[in-house]
């Protein structure tokens, strides 16, 4: 019998966490969230929300280390 290609729906509800920034990285985060809103036409919902960027900072920054990403792939191998 033939199989699908999909065979597991990955786990993608997001997990809610609280995290404490020093103040000079909030004022940079909430400045990124300025100049990014003004670059998209005035964005007024990201300026008064810049949390959203977090995960997607935290992301790029991730799919970006090299060294993580072969540590990952030499985990998932041992598996």
């Given at each position: 019998?033939?199989?699908?290609r ?25 400045l990124y ?9 005035g ?15 935290v ?21």
């Amino acid at each position: 019998m033939d199989k699908l290609r999909i065979t597991e729906i990955p786990d993608s509800r997001p997990v809610r966490m609280t995290i404490a920034f020093p103040a000079d990285i909030h004022r940079d985060l909430l400045l990124y969230a300025r100049f990014l809103a003004e670059e998209n036409g005035g964005d007024a919902n990201l300026g008064k929300n810049p949390a959203r960027l977090v995960p997607i900072m935290v992301a790029r920054f991730i799919e970006r280390d090299r060294v993580f990403l072969k540590k990952r792939k030499e985990q998932s191998e041992k598996q």
